[in-house]
């Protein structure tokens, strides 16, 4: 699948828009809302993962994704701000954010910087030597942290699969109804996440 075409959206709309993110079983709630909110570029080492694993498959198609919006003279390490997409044959368009990070305090004080969203583009950033950009959010309330642990042993943990096995631990969550703790970046955004062709959401 083509992008046939990309409207680039500044800086200012996209930490605006952030603002506008509500929790996906809370409609009424901000999560962002008063939290500082900034484009930072850094190095995959200072960000930690989440998630497990990385799948071979959503590598290819983020690839595939980064050198189509090179066609179109866009970086996809460093949107400066969030791009709309509209795919060929898709009927709607898809908005591209940069990967989210959250800051996030643990039980023992240690701090971290959570790949929230965009796990697999944070991946191949690391493959192919690059700083990339994020948005990077700090200030989040504290009784709605992101709702899993970041893994303690950082991208050593994380495994490239091509697929993932029945029982395959993912993430380990924080609370027992963990979608409560889920952003809806769909609130604020259109199809963040939906259908992309080859270009499906990579974690």
């Not at 949107?79 to 509209?86: A, P």
């Not at 690059?130 to 009784?143: A, K, L, M």
């Not at 993430?171 to 080859?198: E, I, M, Q």
Request: hydrophobic share 40%; with cysteine; net charge positive.
């Amino acid at each position: 699948m083509k992008i046939t075409r990309v409207v680039h959206h500044p800086p200012a709309e996209l930490v605006e828009r952030l603002r506008r993110v509500t929790m996906l079983a809370d409609p009424q709630c901000y999560i962002y809302r008063e939290a500082f909110i900034s484009l930072e570029k850094i190095h995959t080492n200072y960000l930690a993962p989440a998630q497990t694993y990385v799948l071979s498959g959503e590598l290819a198609k983020v690839r595939e994704l980064k050198w189509e919006l090179a066609r179109h003279g866009l970086d996809l390490f460093c949107l400066n701000g969030y791009v709309t997409l509209y795919l060929e044959g898709a009927q709607e368009p898809v908005d591209l954010l940069p990967p989210v990070v959250e800051e996030s305090i643990e039980a023992d004080g240690s701090v971290f910087h959570i790949v929230c969203d965009g796990m697999h583009r944070v991946y191949l950033a690391r493959l192919e030597w690059v700083v990339p950009q994020v948005v990077f959010i700090r200030g989040v309330p504290r009784e709605k942290p992101y709702y899993a642990y970041p893994l303690p042993g950082g991208w050593s943990q994380v495994i490239l699969r091509e697929d993932l096995p029945p029982g395959f631990v993912k993430k380990w969550h924080r609370v027992r109804d963990y979608k409560s703790l889920y952003r809806n970046f769909n609130s604020a955004f259109t199809n963040v996440g939906g259908p992309r062709g080859r270009f499906t959401k990579e974690g």
